[in-house]
């Protein structure tokens, strides 16, 4: 596949004969045809900043991470983290931040959607110290209501997701979900291990964390229709951030995973409850062995799907990863059937003997599983 010319080596002089200002980090997937675009506009806007650009690729199909390093062959700006078997926005932010040496570090997409004519202005404000992080807003009157770019569902999903982060942050920023975004470095690593690498709401993440309220400012920007790439945001990432929410709402002391966890053993029980009434006529253990295996078989799929999103199996590996969970989800299953069946011939209704057979094994599968399957 051909792409754009990558762009020739740095020729400002006085940018080159600087100390590093600003690292630029840019989280891809398949988002190859933009690499050159990019890099172009980057080179208009900071005419006279001595900058890099950090881009953070999940190992995209498209070759995105060849064609970066193309680039970076040929201009000493350019940087590519290549990523193995690990995926998720927030986490590229996070190991993108760190590997700069930039005092200042600017987040921006790689599907030219973000107004990289704002870095200028974002770097002048934290350099003049009247803030400790500037976000890019969408939502700013002097923005207007534009939305086109993300479309009706996507955008009525942003203004939610948006109101319920300000709920939890208690401040009033328009757009705390906004992916574009500068700050200090020592900000992110001063938080760096609380910060969730799976989801993509890693601004909300960030402001959450801070010990003392950051002082922030928002400048508008008109949001751009997706030039090429994937959108990042589908249900299962809707999931990952309500996790996000309860985790810092319980201060940090219940990691986002565990909450996803939980959430999907839930949907769990439901499963194991539906097939239990079910199959009641053909004898109680029985039908308990039978829906303890159904709900581990949903539990693994969702599980797949959403908490363990940045690690997903597919092909050959889903198998195998399912027949794992499976072995290690049956050590507790005794435990299951033998607690759930003293419940029931106790007296309490079947659901009450159902639950208490599940919820004895739900620690022990979420520690093990987390470990040895994902």
């Given amino acids: 596949m051909r792409h754009q010319p990558a762009p020739r080596p740095a020729t400002d002089a006085s940018a080159a004969a600087r100390p590093l200002e600003l690292g630029v980090v840019i989280p891809t997937f398949k988002e190859a045809p933009n690499v050159a675009p990019l890099l172009a506009k980057l080179e208009a806007a900071l005419q ?12 995209s199909p498209d070759g995105t991470a060849a064609t970066v390093k193309a680039v970076a062959a040929v201009d000493p ?13 927030a986490g590229a932010v996070i190991e993108g931040a760190m590997a700069s040496a930039a005092p200042y570090v600017a987040v921006i997409d790689g599907d030219l959607q973000h107004d990289e004519t704002l870095l200028p202005q974002m770097l ?3 350099q003049a110290d009247r803030a400790d992080i500037v976000v890019g807003s969408r939502y700013l009157a002097a923005a207007g209501a534009d939305a086109s770019a993300l479309g009706a569902r996507r955008e009525a999903g942003s203004r939610l997701a948006n109101w319920l982060g300000r709920r939890v942050l208690r401040a009033e920023v328009t757009d705390p979900m906004s992916g574009f975004f500068m700050l200090r470095r020592e900000m992110i690593e ?10 993509f709401k890693v601004l909300f993440d960030i402001l959450a964390s801070q010990k003392t309220p950051p002082r922030y400012l928002e400048l508008p920007y008109e949001f751009r229709a997706r030039v090429a790439g994937d959108s ?6 809707v999931v990952q951030y309500l996790g996000l929410l309860v985790a810092k709402l319980s201060r940090d002391l219940i990691s986002p995973r565990f909450i996803m966890f939980g959430l999907v053993g839930a949907s769990g029980v439901g499963v194991h409850l539906l ?10 253990s029985a039908a308990q062995l039978t829906a303890a295996l159904g709900a581990m078989t949903s539990n693994y799929l969702i599980n797949n799907a959403v908490t363990y999103r940045d690690r997903r199996k597919r092909g050959f590996a889903l198998i195998a990863g399912y027949f794992k969970f499976v072995v290690l989800c049956s050590v507790p299953l005794a435990a299951n059937v033998a607690v759930a069946t003293m419940v029931y011939e106790r007296g309490p209704s079947w659901w009450v003997a159902g639950v208490a057979g599940a919820v004895v094994a739900a620690v022990w599968n979420y520690v093990t599983t987390s470990r040895a399957v994902w």
């Fill in 48 to 59: 006279g900043v001595a900058w890099q650009a950090i881009f953070v690729d999940d190992d």
């Fill in 77 to 89: 700006r350019v940087i590519c983290l290549h990523r193995i078997g690990r995926r998720g926005l």
């Fill in 124 to 126: 002048r404000e934290l």
């Fill in 190 to 199: 001063a938080v760096a291990p609380t910060l969730a690498t799976a989801g």
């Fill in 232 to 237: 990042k945001l589908d249900n299962g990432v």
């Fill in 275 to 284: 097939i239990l009434r079910s199959l009641l006529p053909f004898g109680f």
